[in-house]
């Protein structure tokens, strides 16, 4: 196949995954365009405002249209960094076994990701960085392809956490 040949079908493949998302989400081109765009180069992408603008129907819809294993995660005041990554359980022959989070999928939405503390907040450090987790001292890889979709509530709103500077230079 040609560059030109090649070039014009992922054009196609664009318009078409496009148009697909347009069916759900309506009258926000240019957020989904930049969604993509983070998606595409391999980057994160943090989505900012109020609650009901649809920033997890679209983050849902693109990983549908994808075709990619979603996981959302609700980042509240009392999630712990067990919660996201996962735990190791003592199961029946009294070995310790790895029980993966929801951290282990394509895309995962890290939603209102600024309702829980930094501490919780940091879990997602090393996945968005390496796309690994390290849990009691073992590295597991993460599936690629490998995005966080975040949603932060403007930090004026009471019960939010600024995201630290280690965070914010993740997101795209």
Do not use: C, W
């Amino acid at each position: 196949m040609s560059d030109v040949a090649a070039v014009t079908q992922l054009v196609s493949k664009y318009n078409a995954l496009r148009q697909e998302i347009k069916k759900v989400i309506v009258g926000q081109d240019e957020v989904v365009e930049q969604v993509l765009l983070a998606i595409f180069s391999g980057g994160h992408a943090l989505l900012i405002g109020v609650p009901g603008l649809a920033k997890t129907l679209l983050v849902n819809t693109v990983a549908e249209a994808l075709g990619l294993k979603f996981k959302r995660i609700q980042f509240t005041p009392d999630l712990m960094p067990s919660d996201i990554l996962g735990s190791e359980i003592l199961d029946k022959d009294r070995e310790f076994k790895f029980i993966k989070g929801p951290i282990f999928a394509n895309i995962i939405l890290a939603d209102e990701i600024n309702r829980t503390p930094p501490k919780t907040q940091a879990a997602l450090l090393e996945a968005m960085q390496e796309r690994a987790v390290t849990v009691a001292g073992h590295h597991y890889k993460l599936d690629l392809p490998y995005f966080v979709l975040a949603t932060q509530n403007p930090i004026e709103q009471e019960g939010t956490y600024p995201l630290p500077e280690a965070q914010l230079d993740r997101f795209m």
